[in-house]
C-alpha cells in the first residue's frame, strides 16, 4: 500500500534567485534519503512561491523494503575440529548474531568456504521515519545565504512561520524550532491572511488557489507571460524579455496580476539597451516592443495584489519608472559631455587588481597584445584595432555605466558614435566582451574578437601569474569563462593563433608581476586551457579517448585539433579503425624510451622489413602530404593502409633481435612510421578490445 505525502514550510518572503535552485535541491535530497531508506515512491514534485516551499510525494509506501544483511563469519575449516564440533570461534561468531550453530550457513567465496548468517530486517513504517526525514530535509537545504533569528539555532533562507505535513491524511508529527506541524496552511499575506485546513494536495491546491495563491510556478509562469502578451498586443506590441527576468518575476510573486503602463516618448531618444535595462534590472518590468523590436513607450508590470482599481497601480509604477529613466536621461547627457578618449587619464585611478595594476595598465597591456595578435591574423585593420582597444575600458568612468554596470561596451559603443569613431570602433567596443554567458553570441567583427582576445588572455595570463588562478569551484574572477570565450572566438574565426604563441606573448608584458617562473606560469595556464577544451568537445559528443588521442598529440593550434578530432571521430566508423588502432598502439608499446632513429637499408634481413619499409616510404610521404593540406580524412585513410605490411612485419619479424644494430635498425623504421600518425593523434590513447 501507498499514501501521498505533502509537506509545505511557510516563510517570509524568499528572494527569486534561491528558489530555482532549491526546487532541484529538495528533490535531489529527498529522493536520496528516501532510497537510502528503502521507502519506494512514484515521483516527486517541488513547488515554490516566495512565502512556501511545498513538496509532494505520489504513492509513497507504508513501509521500508525488508533488508537481507549476510556477515561472514570464520572459516569452515576453522569453525569445526576433525569430530566435527563446532570451535570457539564459530560459537562466538553465531552468540554474537544471536543465533544458534543450527542457523548458520556455509557459503562459498572466492577465498573458499565459510561460516554465515543472513538477517532479515523488517522495515519500519514510513510514518515512523517521516518526521526524521522531513526534519532532516528542511535543514539541509543548502540555500545562498541562510539566517538566524529570534534565540533559534536553526539556519533557514527565511525565518519560518508555519509548517503542513501531511502523510495519508493525517498530521505527521515534527517540529522545527517552536514551530510545530499541522495540517493547516495560509493563503496570500495581504488578501487572505487567515489559516486553512488541507486534506490532500488535490485540496491543498485548490484552497491555495482560492486563497489567492498560485503554488505552481510552472502554472504562475504561463499566466504571467499570456497575460503580459495579451496586455502589450492591445497597444500593438510585444512584451521584450529574457528567461532570467521572466523566472524572477516568477518567484516575486504568489498571484500574478498583469499592469499596463506607459512613458514619455521623450524618452526614447535615449538608447534602447539603457530604457530596457532600466525596466528589467531595476524594476523588473516587460519592456514593450513593435514587431521590429523597436521600443514603444509602455511597459508591463506585474503585481502580487489584485488591487481594486489597476490604474492607480499602473499610476504608480509609472511614476517610479519616469524617475528611473529621467536619472538615465540625466547621465546620457551628462556622460555625453566628455569624449570617450578624455576618460582614459579617469583609469589610472581605478585599481584592477592591487597585483596587477590599474585599468590604465591593464588597457595598455592588452593594447599591445592586440596589436600582436592582429599583425598575425588580419594585418590590414591593425589602425582600428588599436583604436577600438585603446577605448574599449573608457566607458567604465561614465555615470551610466556607474549606476548600470551591465551596460559596459553598449555605453562605449553608443558614446562613440556619438563622438564621431568609426563604427567599426564602436562596434568592436562593445563586441570584445562578447560572449557574455556560455553559449552567448560570439564577437562578428574581426576588431571585436582581436580586443575581445587579448583582454581575455591578459586577465587569465595575469592572474595565474600572480598566483590567483579558479581553485575548485571557486572562480572569483570568471576565468573559466573567459577561456572558452577565447576558445570558442579562435574556432569560429578560425584564427592561426596558437594558444602557446598567445601566452607567451602575454607573459611578456606581464613579466614584472609574475610569480614565478615564466615556464611553469605557462604550463599550469596550458593545463587550464586543455580541461576546458577537453570538457567542451565531451559536451559536443566527441568520443573521450577520441579527444585525449589528439590532445596528447598536440592542440595549442585550437583549429587543427578541432579539425583532427572530427577527422578521427568521423574515422572510428571505419572498419579498419579498431585494427590499426591496436596495431600501432603495439608499436609505441615497443617505441618506450626510443630515440635517434636511422635506419639503414642495407641491415634488413626479411621481406617482412622491406615490404614495410617499400610501403612506408609511399604512404607516409601522403599522409604528410595530406596534413599540411590540413585533409586529416584522407590522411587517416592513408594510414590504414599501412596495416597489412605493419601486420606482417610483427608477425615475422623479431623486433628486439639480438643483433643489437639489426634490433635498433627496426625500431628506427617503425618509430619513423610512428612519428608521422602522431602528427595527428596519439593512438595508444584510443580505448580498444584488444
Same mark, same amino acid.
Given at each position: 500500500m501507498s499514501k501521498e505525502l505533502l509537506f509545505e514550510i511557510g516563510t517570509e518572503e524568499i528572494p527569486a534567485a534561491f528558489l530555482t535552485k532549491a526546487i532541484k535541491d529538495i528533490e535531489e535530497i529527498v529522493g536520496k534519503s528516501l532510497t537510502e531508506k528503502r521507502i519506494p515512491y512514484a515521483g516527486i514534485q517541488v513547488l515554490a512561491t516566495p512565502r512556501r516551499l511545498c513538496l509532494y510525494i505520489a504513492e509513497l509506501a507504508e513501509q521500508q523494503e525488508d533488508q537481507t544483511i549476510e556477515k561472514l563469519g570464520p572459516a569452515k575449516k576453522a569453525a569445526f575440529d576433525d569430530q566435527g564440533n563446532?570451535? +570457539?570461534?564459530?560459537?562466538? @561468531?553465531a552468540k554474537g548474531q544471536g543465533l544458534e550453530m543450527s542457523q548458520l550457513e556455509t557459503i562459498t567465496t572466492e577465498k573458499g568456504e565459510y561460516l554465515a548468517c543472513r538477517k532479515t530486517i523488517a522495515g519500519e513504517p514510513t510514518a515512523v521515519l517521516l518526521p526524521e526525514i522531513l526534519t532532516k530535509l528542511a535543514t539541509s537545504i543548502p540555500f545562498r545565504k541562510s539566517m538566524r533569528w529570534a534565540d533559534y539555532e536553526l539556519r533557514f533562507a527565511r525565518p519560518i512561520h508555519w509548517i503542513l505535513a501531511l502523510y495519508g491524511g493525517q498530521i505527521v508529527s515534527l517540529h522545527l524550532e517552536a514551530v510545530q506541524s499541522s495540517d493547516s496552511s495560509y493563503g496570500h499575506r495581504f488578501q487572505a491572511p487567515n489559516p486553512f485546513t488541507v486534506k490532500n494536495f488535490a485540496d491543498y491546491k485548490e484552497k491555495t488557489k482560492q486563497n489567492f495563491v498560485i503554488v505552481d510556478p510552472s502554472e504562475r509562469k504561463k499566466i504571467i507571460l499570456e497575460e503580459a502578451q495579451r496586455a502589450a498586443g492591445e497597444v500593438g506590441g510585444k512584451i521584450f524579455y529574457t528567461d532570467d527576468l521572466l523566472e524572477t518575476i516568477t518567484f516575486i510573486v504568489e498571484y500574478p496580476v498583469i499592469v499596463r503602463g506607459s512613458f514619455d516618448q521623450e524618452f526614447l531618444q535615449v538608447p534602447k539597451e539603457v530604457l530596457t535595462t532600466t525596466m528589467i534590472s531595476h524594476q523588473k518590468y516587460f519592456p514593450v516592443t513593435d514587431d521590429a523590436g523597436k521600443l514603444l513607450p509602455y511597459f508591463i508590470a506585474v503585481s502580487n495584489t489584485n488591487a481594486r482599481d489597476l490604474s492607480v497601480v499602473a499610476r504608480g509604477n509609472e511614476k517610479v519608472l519616469r524617475a528611473r529613466l529621467a536619472d538615465a536621461r540625466f547621465f546620457f547627457e551628462e556622460d555625453q559631455k566628455v569624449p570617450l578618449e578624455k576618460r582614459l587619464d579617469a583609469l589610472k585611478k581605478v585599481v584592477f587588481h592591487k597585483l596587477l595594476g590599474t585599468s590604465y595598465d591593464k588597457v595598455m597591456r592588452f593594447r599591445k597584445l592586440a596589436a600582436i595578435i592582429a599583425a598575425r591574423a588580419n594585418p590590414a585593420i591593425l589602425e582600428s584595432v588599436d583604436r577600438a582597444a585603446q577605448l574599449s575600458k573608457a566607458d567604465l568612468e561614465t555615470q551610466m555605466v556607474g549606476e548600470f554596470a551591465e551596460l559596459q561596451g553598449i555605453m562605449g559603443r553608443e558614446y562613440a558614435l556619438l563622438n564621431g569613431e568609426n563604427p567599426v570602433v564602436a562596434r568592436a567596443i562593445y563586441e570584445h566582451y562578447l560572449p557574455i554567458a556560455a553559449g552567448g553570441d560570439l564577437p562578428q567583427t574581426d576588431e571585436g574578437a582581436i580586443v575581445g582576445i587579448a583582454d581575455k588572455i591578459d586577465t587569465i595570463t595575469g592572474f595565474f601569474s600572480v598566483g590567483l588562478p579558479p581553485t575548485g569551484t571557486a572562480d572569483p574572477y570568471a576565468l573559466r569563462r573567459q577561456a572558452l570565450g577565447v576558445i570558442n572566438i579562435i574556432l569560429a574565426k578560425r584564427y592561426p593563433l596558437p594558444l602557446d604563441f598567445l601566452i607567451d606573448e602575454s607573459l611578456k608584458l606581464l613579466d614584472n608581476s609574475l610569480k614565478k617562473p615564466a615556464a611553469e606560469i605557462k604550463k599550469d595556464i596550458r593545463d587550464f586551457f586543455a580541461g576546458r577544451y577537453q570538457n567542451q568537445l565531451i559536451a559536443q559528443g566527441y568520443a573521450y579517448d577520441t579527444v585525449e588521442a589528439v590532445l596528447a598529440g598536440g592542440w595549442t593550434d585550437l583549429v587543427e585539433a578541432s579539425e583532427k578530432i572530427k577527422a578521427l571521430q568521423t574515422f572510428r566508423a571505419n572498419p579498419e579503425f579498431e585494427p590499426i588502432s591496436i596495431a600501432f598502439k603495439r608499436v609505441d608499446n615497443i617505441l618506450k624510451d626510443f630515440s635517434n632513429p636511422k635506419v639503414d637499408t642495407a641491415l634488413f634481413i626479411t621481406d617482412a622489413e622491406r615490404n614495410l619499409y617499400s610501403a612506408a616510404n609511399e604512404i607516409l610521404q601522403q599522409i604528410t602530404a595530406s596534413i599540411e593540406k590540413n !585533409?586529416?580524412?584522407?590522411?587517416? +585513410?592513408?594510414?590504414?593502409?599501412?596495416?597489412?605490411? %605493419?601486420?606482417? @612485419? @610483427? !608477425?615475422? %619479424?623479431? %623486433?628486439?633481435? +639480438? !643483433?643489437e644494430k639489426v634490433k635498433f635498425n627496426r625500431l628506427s623504421l617503425l618509430y619513423e612510421i610512428s612519428a608521422t600518425f602522431h602528427k595527428i593523434a596519439d593512438f595508444s590513447k584510443i580505448v580498444t578490445a584488444g
Open positions: 563446532p570451535s +570457539k570461534a564459530a560459537l562466538g @561468531f !585533409d586529416y580524412n584522407l590522411a587517416l +585513410k592513408e594510414m590504414a593502409r599501412l596495416r597489412p605490411p %605493419v601486420d606482417a @612485419f @610483427f !608477425d615475422g %619479424v623479431m %623486433v628486439m633481435d +639480438k !643483433d
